[in-house]
Every structure is written in C-alpha cells, then in structure tokens.
C-alpha cells in the first residue's frame, strides 16, 4: 500500500520561511575577500562585537557564500534553504531545514529562519573547528523589533554594541567581578600583615630595651661548672 501524504505539525521555529518577505537580509561570506578564516571580512572580535543585528520574531533571511569549503553553522535557530542549490547533489532541496550547510556543489546559499522562542548573542562559526579556533566565529544580536532593529555588517560601522536584552545589559560579568573581590581582599591581607608585622617588631625592640644591663668580669654559672 502506498503511503500517504502526511503534514506534521510543526513548531513556530520551524514554520515555511519560503513565502514570507524577510524583515532582515544581510549577506555572510566564509572564507572568502583575502583570508581563508574570515567571517564576512574579519575574524573573531570579541563576544560583544556583533557582526549582524536582526529582530526578534522576525523572518530573519542570509545569503550566504564560501559554503563549498566551508561549512557554515548557527547556534539557536535551525534555517531553511530557500530555493534548491545547483549541483548534481539532490542531496539538499528547497524547503529543507539545517543547522549547518556544506554544498561543495554550490559555493553559495540563500536561508532564512525565525527569531522566536529566544532573543541575544547568537553565534555563528565555521564548523570546522580548527578553523573556529583560528578566528572564523562570530556572534550576532538578536533584539528588539521593526526595521531599526536589523543591522548588517556592524564591524565595519561604528555602532558595535546594540543594546542587550532586557536583563543582561546591567549584568556584571561574573568574572570580572570574581577578580575584584579577590583583588580587594588581597589588599586587605596585606595592609593588615604589614600593620601585624610593625606591631610586633615594636613590641620585641621595647621588651630588649628594658633588660638589665649584667655585670662585667663575671663568668657564667654553667662555664664555672665545666672549668670546675
């Protein structure tokens, strides 16, 4: 018996992106404009230098290029090829869903996905982790809504810092602040052993100073005892 056409049902992340106008577009490129390492020009800056911005609870949509060497991976929000990559490989078809893309086929890729469920720090590397540790990683910021809140290639600009979350932007980094308190009390040791240490040498050099002075020309009892 043939089997029949069946839809599941299927979450808000992984609703059909192919249809939809992107509030956000912005082009990735791996590996490609003079270093074999770079993420759309540059390598890793920092986790609070973003490379893109894009809204949340929007249709979020990368053209993506270098993905014939390099095999591109986002953390938080699986996408959605939008139209089938050229090449004999029928491995990979429009409407499919990844995490990571590599199409040695087709060095290039349009995707998009949907930022819901969770908003911040997205990072985004090659998945080659050799490479990843060689600087091709990059972190991009989900946040905030409508037009102002997308944001492409954001190294190059001056505005690198978009505004946090509601509730991280305040946040101390914990070890930042781990340091402080070690640094403070480290100062608090030392201050109070150097003030220890004073004391007691004051206390020692006054008990010296009021001994008596002995009297001259007379032998110990115990040199007595051992010439006797």
């Known amino acids: 018996e043939a089997l029949q056409p069946w839809a599941p049902k299927r979450p808000a992340y992984l609703q059909d992106t192919r249809s939809a106008v ?3 577009s912005c082009g990735t490129s791996m590996g490609l404009g003079g270093n074999t390492r770079w993420m759309e020009g540059h390598l890793w800056e920092g986790h609070k230098r973003y490379l893109h911005r894009s809204p949340q609870n929007g249709v979020v949509e990368r053209r993506l290029s270098g993905v014939g060497q390099h095999p591109y991976h986002a953390h938080n929000y699986p996408y959605q ?3 089938t990559p050229s090449g004999s490989d029928d491995y990979f078809k ?4 990844h995490d990571t893309y590599l199409n040695v086929e087709d060095p290039q890729a349009m995707v998009r996905f949907r930022t819901v469920d969770v908003a911040g720090p997205q990072v ?3 998945h080659i982790l050799g490479h990843s540790d060689k600087g ?3 972190v991009e910021m989900v946040n905030g809504t409508g037009p102002n809140a997308c944001g492409c290639d954001l190294l190059d600009m001056a505005e690198r810092q978009p505004t946090l979350p509601s509730g991280l932007a305040s946040a101390p980094e914990p070890l930042a602040l781990t340091m402080g308190l070690f640094v403070l009390m480290l100062a ?4 109070s052993g150097g003030r220890a240490i004073r004391s007691w040498r004051a206390d020692v050099a006054e008990c010296y100073a009021s001994l008596p002075e002995g009297p001259s020309g007379v032998a110990r009892p115990d040199v007595q005892r051992a010439e006797a």
């Open 22 to 24: 992107p509030d956000c």
């Open 81 to 83: 090829l939008v139209r």
């Open 94 to 97: 429009e409407g499919d869903w």
């Open 124 to 126: 985004v590397h090659c």
């Open 136 to 138: 091709m990683i990059a």
């Open 188 to 191: 608090v040791v030392v201050v």
